[in-house]
């Protein structure tokens, strides 16, 4: 078997590299030929491991957290070639749907090399400009996207703490934003929404920001998307929402619903999406899904 392992280009140096040469070091102890793919950027990075599968490998396999394994969905969805997924980035949270979060490295590259597979569903963003691109966990808008964007824009502080004052700027000056949102449900009727939300989730997988199980009940597998709306409501009843959300039993408050969909369309304005954890683009947005789109190594 010939794998080409995709490390994070933002990480060059640090943990995810040191993973990637400890997984192919492993995986070379198997008898598996492994070429490790380090671009200087995303873009650079996606144009390697296009022309690695130009070359031609049995599999690709991604060091790194829910960014760099985002980069390989884009290549390798619907192509049949398998993925294996060496955790080893901050948050993990489409290795953590598929039960890989927890793998070490040594664990993750045994499950490459062992070549057991499963198949799973991809989400699928369509832009109004028509362009695509495919997300494997969540996509996030409204006060989620909104703290993305504050923190992505400060200079200071660097570092998690960034994000930390984000969500209490957001969280003082939080009010609903008005959506429009139609959807095709799981049995084919379709529906709409028109109102103030605080948010609009649509996961593929469960968890966001590092194990948050937004949509407790999504299954990768299923041919269905979850649409998790939370509508406004004064603050301090907000502010009890977060241990619930934290618990994955936020579903049972009143100004939260959740909807299984085959396809939704998210408007609203000025407001960013966010999905495995980076912008994806700014509302309106379509998601379908992309029935077993993936192929993945899972352990045996």
Not at 90 to 103: C, I, K, P, S, V
Not at 123 to 136: H, I, K, L, N
Not at 220 to 235: N, Q, T
Not at 259 to 288: C, E, F, H, K, Q
């Given at each position: ?55 031609g ?78 997300f ?7 006060f ?35 959506y ?9 009727t ?65 100004e ?40 993945i190594?899972?352990?045996?």
């Amino acid at each position: 078997m010939r794998v080409a392992l995709l490390v994070n280009p933002a990480a060059r140096s640090g943990a995810h590299t040191g993973a990637a040469t400890h997984a192919t070091e492993r995986l070379r102890a198997h008898g598996v030929q492994t070429s490790i793919l380090s671009g200087g950027s995303a873009a650079e990075s996606s144009e390697l491991l296009r022309a690695a599968l130009e070359v031609g490998v049995d599999a690709v396999a991604v060091a790194g957290g829910d960014g760099t394994v985002n980069l390989a969905l884009q290549e390798l969805a619907g192509t049949g070639i398998p993925l294996g997924i060496v955790p080893a980035g901050t948050g993990n949270d489409f290795a953590a749907t598929l039960g890989l979060r927890e793998l070490d490295v040594v664990a993750a590259a045994d499950a490459i090399a062992a070549g057991v597979t499963r198949t799973i569903d991809l989400a699928r963003v369509t832009r109004d400009d028509g362009s695509t691109r495919f997300f494997g966990s969540v996509l996030a808008s409204g006060f989620d996207s909104k703290v993305n964007d504050r923190a992505n824009a400060m200079r200071w502080p660097r570092g998690g703490s960034r994000y930390n004052i984000a969500i209490l700027v957001e969280f003082l000056t939080l009010a609903g934003i008005p959506y429009d949102i139609a959807y095709e449900g799981a049995d084919g009727t379709r529906g709409e929404v028109h109102d103030d939300l605080v948010m609009a989730t649509v996961g593929n997988g469960r968890t966001y920001g590092g194990g948050i199980p937004i949509a407790p009940d999504a299954d990768p597998a299923d041919g269905l998307l979850d649409l998790v709306l939370v509508r406004p409501a004064g603050r301090l009843r907000l502010l009890g929402l977060l241990p619930k959300v934290y618990r994955g039993t936020h579903a049972r408050v009143p100004e939260v619903s959740i909807t299984r969909a085959r396809s939704v369309r998210l408007s609203s304005p000025g407001v960013t999406a966010y999905a495995d954890g980076d912008p994806i683009g700014a509302l309106p947005l379509t998601v379908d899904v992309a029935p077993g789109a993936l192929t993945i190594f899972t352990p045996a």
